[in-house]
């Protein structure tokens, strides 16, 4: 079955501090897309980034990495030197095509405050 | 601005009244998906479209009825509102179907009381 885990709910670092967020997936299709979405405390959920199941290569944008491991079915969200801005709430989702029809599940969310 | 429209942004009704929310995607954009989000909870995937027809149904009560009009806005219809249907209801749009990542309208918030 198709399914997203975020382990962590809630997340506190304070401002400067490295914090990786967690996400594990589970899938019986080869070809899948893998998400990564922010909701700021503003409530409009931005779209971060896209994996495909083929590319595994880690990708940096700033302060922002993600780290796609198939072995382990995990897509982990690392920000670096943590900002007061980036407190929100991060969704991982996971895209997979079963019988044709795309199906997109987005895990619980963690929620992450970053302190002064 | 993300380029989805979503009116109105908030909404106040009484229990058993009616209310439709209105959806207008991203230019481009063919797909549109209803989500729901209530106080301190996930993203619940309520119906989907795609240019006109509806492609996936989620977890949507018998209550609640969508459609996409042939200029691609979308409506979500929700009846015999209850109290538990208070919750942000969130449009999405994007190009194609679930190999994309979705843009988000700024959601309406919907209070039943």
């Known amino acids: 079955a198709q399914k997203v885990t975020q382990a962590q709910t809630e997340i506190s670092v304070v401002e400067k501090e490295d914090v990786t967020l967690d996400c594990v997936y589970e899938?019986?299709?080869?070809?899948?897309?893998l998400f990564w979405y922010k909701q700021p405390p503003s409530g409009e959920l931005v779209f971060l980034i896209r994996?495909?199941?083929?590319?595994?290569q880690n990708e940096i944008s700033g302060r922002y990495s993600w780290n796609f491991q198939k072995s382990t079915s995990s897509f982990n969200f690392t920000i670096t030197a943590s900002q007061v801005v980036d407190s929100a709430v991060y969704f991982c989702?996971?895209?997979?095509?079963?019988?044709?029809?795309?199906?997109?599940?987005f895990g619980t969310g963690t929620r992450l405050k970053v302190l002064a | 601005d993300s380029g989805v429209t979503q009116t109105p942004k908030h909404l106040i009704t009484a229990t058993g009244q009616r209310v439709t929310l209105r959806c207008s995607p991203r230019?481009?954009?063919?797909?549109v998906y209803w989500y729901q989000q209530s106080l301190d909870q996930g993203l619940q995937f309520l119906i989907q479209?795609?240019?006109?027809?509806?492609?996936a149904k989620g977890n949507i009560l018998e209550r609640f009825s969508a459609q996409q009009f042939p200029d691609l806005h979308s409506e979500l219809n929700l009846s015999s509102l209850e109290l538990g249907d208070s919750a942000l209801y969130f449009c999405?749009?994007?190009?194609?179907?679930?190999?994309?990542?979705?843009?988000f309208g700024s959601g309406t918030r919907l209070t039943v009381v």
């Open positions: 994996r495909n199941s083929f590319d595994e």
């Open positions: 989702a996971l895209s997979e095509s079963l019988s044709g029809t795309y199906k997109y599940i």
């Open positions: 899938t019986r299709d080869t070809t899948y897309y």
């Open positions: 230019s481009g954009d063919l797909s």
């Open positions: 999405a749009s994007s190009v194609g179907e679930g190999i994309y990542g979705y843009t």
């Open positions: 479209y795609y240019n006109g027809e509806e492609r």
